[in-house]
């Protein structure tokens, strides 16, 4: 467990890569409830406009939510 003082998206993505840290590696697929902190819009289905700074966090651990 990590305790924040803020939701803002830094402290978000912070507690993936902490995440990843402990766990000694990461996840290739993750779910996600519907997080402005991850995506901007609902698409059609499981399909979402995700944030710039959560497709890059993907894009560098090598995972898709």
């Given at each position: 467990m990590r305790a924040c003082l803020h939701a803002k998206q830094e402290a978000f993505l912070d507690g993936f890569v902490h995440a990843f840290e402990f766990l000694?590696?990461?996840?290739?697929?993750?779910?996600?409830?519907?997080?402005?902190?991850a995506g901007i819009k609902i698409l059609q289905g499981r399909d979402r406009l995700e944030q710039e700074a959560f497709i890059g966090l993907q894009a560098h651990y090598v995972f898709k939510a």
């Amino acid at each position: 467990m990590r305790a924040c003082l803020h939701a803002k998206q830094e402290a978000f993505l912070d507690g993936f890569v902490h995440a990843f840290e402990f766990l000694g590696g990461v996840p290739t697929e993750g779910l996600l409830d519907n997080l402005k902190t991850a995506g901007i819009k609902i698409l059609q289905g499981r399909d979402r406009l995700e944030q710039e700074a959560f497709i890059g966090l993907q894009a560098h651990y090598v995972f898709k939510a």
